[in-house]
């Protein structure tokens, strides 16, 4: 199938479970197990909402006005985000990806960035989408650098878990030990604060109610395999989200500013290789020097 908006829809099924990834911005559209939805989904001819499904690359969240600077030298990105004076969610969001290796369960898509005068830096990257009877959805993200000098980087990837119900009546476990404070205009306030005693304590289940999420967590606790996971569950059933050691922070979302029908129900889970305004201030920024690489895993799995 193709379309205008999102190009060509990649399907794929195993098990219970099926996908649809899009040519444009190689972004997750759909997701399902057993006919039910796990993410927030719309439709294949129309722009991404809120960024459901859409891989964040070169940067995750927010570059306070779109300024940085990096081994010396001043940048200006566009201002993605006019409302807050940010750049917002990377350069990759709606560019045409190339599918280099397709079959049944598993979809490979490349797409090669080329400098920019915000981002003069090339980079080839990479998302291997899989999906497993018994696992469920794993996505593999890389990048090389594909330039001849140095360049700073940082990902991430935005899905809407859903169980098919509101969040307010929705129980919610997250991994996160710390949360960044950040100001009105969503960029960090100072540094990472202890969850415990906050509103943002989830790392015992509780019921959301009506709380208002829309903060990055770190300090990840993690399992043996060095995975943080995140648990949201319903009256009916639940979906879990994991993400590995080299996305060491976790924006957490729940919907209150999406299109009308999809508003608080589905909640937001990033994996984010830095926290929010990371181009500008530095906090866990990647440098790959030329043709290093750097790759980071996550997943969804029902039940």
Known sequence: MLTDTTGEQFRLTAGGYEAT??????????LSHLGEPLVLSYGPDEPAPAAFGQLLIPWPNRVDHGRY???????????????????????VRWAPWRPVAYEPQSLTLTYG??????????LDLGVTYTLDA?????????????????????HGAHPYLTVGEPLDACVLTLPGRRYQPVDERMIPSGPPVGVAGTAYDF???????????DVAFTDLARDADGRAWALLRG????????????QPWLEVYTADRVPAASRRRGLG???MTGPPNAL????????????DSYTGSWGIVHG
């Open 21 to 30: 990834i899009t040519e444009a911005g190689a972004g997750l559209r759909e």
């Open 235 to 246: 009256s009916r059933r639940g979906v879990r989200f994991w993400l590995d050691e080299a």
């Open 280 to 291: 500008a201030g530095g906090t866990d920024l990647i440098r790959l020097a030329p043709q």
């Open 203 to 213: 790392t015992t289940a509780r019921r959301l109610g009506d709380q208002t999420v």
């Open 69 to 91: 600077t990096f081994e010396g030298t001043e940048y200006q990105l566009d201002l993605s985000e006019p409302e807050l004076d940010c750049a917002i969610h990377g350069l």
């Open 113 to 122: 960035l080329h400098g920019s005068t915000g981002y003069p830096f090339r």
């Open 269 to 271: 889970v990033e994996p």
């Open 134 to 154: 018994d696992s469920g959805l794993t996505v593999r993200v890389s990048a090389r650098n594909a330039g001849t000098r140095p360049a700073p980087y940082a």
